[in-house]
């Protein structure tokens, strides 16, 4: 450790700008890779001993010692995430470490599925094509369905959705669609537990935005890619050695515990895994964390920020947990099985991976012992459930739906229940921090950002990234990054007035 006058370790040379990014997860290191690339001295801190964060990967082995990276499970890399392509392109120009899943199928109970392959990409050819060809509807329903509600569906618009959609609840704007119920829940209910948020505690308006950002603006289509690898070997390792190579440094196992104005810059207080502290000396800082931990830091921080930045951050909220379990059965799962399938109103499971389908090192180990690694995911799992009733829920589901694996011996397992997800509650949206803190220097990126345009997830994660790390570039005069996004408004939004678009009560 290097110290100044004051006492502080700066770790960059004087003269040089230094950036501290907190958080090594895609919007940390998205914003180092586009600060490193400038020429800025940036030190990421990361907590865990790897990074990648919610879509990071550890080494583990099996009781015979075969060594695996677990996940924190099956992600979707949909092609309109512009900004998180062009962040792997970094390490892999082509993206030959994706491949597309041309269909996955939903599964719903007493047999029902759906498929969303090749629909058109268009709006409103894609929803003319999907209506048409759904076996959850009729055309005589149509005549039942909410005009209004269906017109705010195709008229996204970023101010006026959550203007006139953010207080409800998903589940109510949802209701008065007034859609056939299969319908409802085999194109609906899914589409709404795919952001980990339960339908009725999620923002009306923040499921609008996610309709027209994955299907109604989608110009991209509904199918996505996968990796053919764990994400540590296609993405985070050579991304560590392609920002170490550009100057960044990585203190792993490390936790940001305090973040505090010192003139014109910052003074971070870190602590590494054996207790030891440090203060790093920073001229700007990204807080690229999640919630609970944002909300730590804050607390620990008493003099960062105004008032009003600081409630809002105390106001953002975790929604409920997830699971993901992963399972080594002793067989294959019948040859024509999806390699990943959603599954709708069976118990708590929401999808179903076959993970030697879908990642090499999986196909290495089914090939050498003819089993199968298997992956169940359940999301917004009621809090009040205990674990053993979940297991027996997911296992449940999954013989349901996969009869053939009831005859399966499971050979190993790692199950993972996590609570660290972004809610997107009723009313969230005028209130939901932004890139900009107001304080100058200081910057936040994460999934759970506010961003003036649509966007989700992993791309939210890695734009926002983007965002503060091209705010930090502006100041120092060095050029930003191109942010890539789909059509902000929905295809109707320029012609249809207010009055023809629902205007819920609450
Ligand atoms: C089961 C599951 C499935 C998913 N599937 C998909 C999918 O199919 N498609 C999709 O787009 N997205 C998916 N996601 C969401 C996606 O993983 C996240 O949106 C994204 O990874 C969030 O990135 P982030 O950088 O904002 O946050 P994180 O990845 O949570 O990164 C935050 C980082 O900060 C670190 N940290 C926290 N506190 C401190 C501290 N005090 N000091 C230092 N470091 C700290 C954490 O360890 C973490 O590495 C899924 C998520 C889960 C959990």
Redesign the pocket.
């Known amino acids: 450790m290097r110290g100044d006058s004051n006492g502080t370790s700066t770790r960059a040379p004087k003269g040089t700008a230094h950036v501290v990014v ?7 290191c998205a914003a180092a890779t586009v600060l490193a690339e400038r020429g800025i001295r940036v030190t990421v ?4 001993s790897f ?6 990967a550890w080494q583990d082995q099996l009781a015979d010692g075969t060594p695996f990276h677990m996940e ?7 092609r309109h ?1 512009y900004n998180l392509r062009a962040l792997i392109a970094r390490v892999d120009p082509t993206l030959r470490c994706l491949t597309p899943l041309d269909d996955y199928p939903l599964i719903g109970p007493d047999g029902w599925t759906e498929s969303f392959a090749k629909l058109p990409r268009r709006a409103p050819l894609n929803v003319m094509a999907l209506v048409w060809r759904t076996p959850s509807m009729k055309l005589s329903d149509l005549p039942a369905i909410a005009v209004k509600a269906v017109t705010e569906m195709v008229s996204f618009d970023p101010e006026g959705t959550y203007a006139r959609q953010d207080r409800r609840t998903a589940e109510s704007y949802l209701d008065s669609l007034n859609f056939p119920d299969r319908a409802r829940r085999m194109l609906f209910d899914v589409f709404a537990h795919s952001f ?1 948020n339960p339908e009725n505690r999620y923002s009306a308006g923040e499921l609008l935005a996610m309709f027209h950002y994955y299907f109604l603006g989608n110009p991209e289509g509904l199918v996505f890619d996968t990796a053919r690898e764990p994400f540590s070997a296609v993405l985070w390792a050579p991304l560590q050695r392609y920002l170490e190579a550009r100057g960044v440094t990585f203190l792993t196992e ?4 305090r973040v505090e104005q010192d003139g014109a810059r910052f003074a971070i207080d870190i602590v590494d895994r054996l207790g030891r502290p440090e203060t790093l000396s920073s001229d700007a800082c990204v807080l ?3 919630v609970p ?1 944002l909300q ?2 804050l607390e620990a921080s008493p003099s960062l920020g105004d008032e009003a930045f600081r409630s809002d951050v105390r106001a953002l909220e975790v929604t409920l947990p ?1 699971v ?1 379990w992963r399972l080594w059965l002793d067989r294959p799962m019948r040859p024509d099985r999806a390699p990943f399938a959603g599954t709708c109103g069976i118990g708590l499971l929401d999808n179903i991976s076959i993970y030697e389908k879908l990642e090499g090192e999986s196909a290495a180990w089914a090939q050498r012992t003819g089993g199968s690694i298997v992956e169940l ?1 359940a999301y917004g799992v009621d809090d009040t459930l205990d674990e053993a009733e979940i297991r027996r829920s997911l296992m449940a589901s999954f013989h349901e739906v996969y009869p053939e694996a009831r005859e399966a011996k499971v050979l190993e397992e790692r199950y993972l229940a ?1 609570r ?2 972004p809610a997107f509650q009723p009313g969230s949206h005028a209130r939901r921090p932004g890139v900009d803190t107001g304080i100058p220097g200081l910057f936040l ?4 950002v506010k961003l003036p345009f649509p966007s ?6 890695v734009t926002t ?1 983007f965002e503060a790390a091209n705010a930090i570039a502006r100041t120092l005069g060095r050029h930003e990054e191109p942010i890539r996004t789909i059509p902000r408004r929905g295809l109707l939004a320029p012609f249809v007035p207010a009055k023809w678009l629902s205007t819920p009560s609450t």
Do not use: K, N
């Not at 907190?22 to 940390?28: K, P």
């Not at 989700?456 to 994660?461: F, G, I, K, Q, V």
């Open positions: 907190i958080g090594g997860g895609l919007a940390g801190v990361e907590r865990e990074l990648g964060g919610r879509a990071g924190r499970g099956f992600h979707a890399f949909f995430y980990f490390t936790s940001a515990v690229a964390v999640t931990a730590g830091l997830f993901v995911h996590r660290d997800c990126a994460g999934d759970f989700a997830l992993m791309e939210r994660a990234g």
